[in-house]
């Protein structure tokens, strides 16, 4: 009979028993590390029947992340400001996005395809066109002496969505195609011309303010709602299969709807722990090409 371990059980056996002998501090700062590391999640609409991570990958990620926190302590504990076997190497070169911030955070870069962003104005993949910067957002909760930075959930045409810090404030901009069609369930219909009302209108959603308001120069609606106990679905992201557009269950989340060249865009924040207005100069940001 196969009895399946718990990885974090069997990495912790490996660190107390493990093929060579490390400093108690060294092991500790491991461990702490492969227990608190958390996995990028995806927004909280995600159908629920999504594969869990295979065997495999889970025990991939673990041996990465033991390697990765070896590396981190053995440099956090090196003498001599972190030199590890010999004179240090030359400095390597800042990423796209630091060189953005640090002389030119007016010009414009495409947003990286790595997984984290850096202050800086960025031209996304999204269609219709737009750039946005990101500023102070990467301060959120973020530990001392650490460098600041947001995470890129998704960059694609019809999806963009990027998190800092934790607990996490994220914001997702959305470009709706199609919605769900209330008449006839399974199919899908346009958007109507007042997309914030249907939103407004759809059954599980709660308005709590609505205003008229401008995003990047183009008349917008503002929508700040809760939902209830359940996911809110409101229908399919272009170019994407697996993720729908909405709304989690039990959130609070402020809402941006505007037409852009005869489509619609829809912009969600939402902050586990309630702070809205920490993601407001990001959108106040966006300039659309």
């Known amino acids: 009979m196969n009895v399946r371990r718990d990885p974090d059980a069997v990495l912790a056996a490996w660190l107390e028993e493990g093929p060579s002998a490390l400093p108690e501090s060294t092991r500790r700062a491991i461990a702490v590390t492969t227990r608190t590391t958390m996995q990028r999640r995806h927004p909280l609409w995600m159908p629920r029947g999504r594969p869990l991570m295979n065997t495999y990958a889970r025990w991939a990620v673990a041996?990465?992340?033991?390697?990765?926190a070896i590396g981190g302590a053995a440099y956090?504990?090196?003498?001599?400001g972190g030199q590890i076997g010999g004179p240090p190497n030359a400095t390597p070169s800042p990423s796209p996005s630091a060189v953005a911030s640090a002389t030119s955070p007016a010009s414009p870069i495409p947003l990286p395809k790595a997984e984290f962003v850096y202050p800086g104005t960025y031209v996304p993949a999204f269609d219709p066109g737009l750039t946005f910067t990101v500023d102070h957002e990467v301060e959120h909760n973020c530990a001392?002496?650490?460098?600041?930075?947001?995470s890129i959930d998704v960059d694609l045409p019809g999806w963009m969505g990027l998190e800092f810090g934790q607990p996490r404030i994220e914001v997702n901009i959305i470009r709706v195609d199609k919605l769900n069609d209330p008449a006839k369930p399974g199919s899908l219909m346009d958007p109507p011309a007042d997309l914030a009302a249907w939103v407004a209108g759809t059954p599980g959603v709660t308005v709590s303010s609505q205003k008229a308001v401008k995003v990047g120069g183009l008349a917008a609606t503002q929508l700040d709602v809760r939902t209830g106990n359940k996911d809110v679905a409101f229908g399919p992201i272009p170019g994407v299969t697996d993720?729908?557009?909405?709304?989690?269950?039990?959130?609070t989340a402020r809402l941006f709807v505007v037409p852009v060249d005869g489509r619609q865009v829809v912009i969600i924040l939402h902050a586990e722990d309630g702070s809205l207005t920490e993601l407001q100069p990001?959108?106040?940001s966006i300039v659309w090409n």
Do not use: E, H, K
């Not at 956090?76 to 001599?80: D, N, S, W, Y």
């Not at 993720?243 to 959130?251: H, R, V």
């Open 63 to 68: 041996a990465i992340a033991v390697v990765l």
């Open 76 to 80: 956090v504990l090196a003498p001599g």
């Open 144 to 150: 001392p002496n650490f460098r600041c930075r947001g």
């Open 243 to 251: 993720i729908g557009f909405g709304l989690g269950a039990n959130w």
């Open 282 to 284: 990001l959108v106040d």
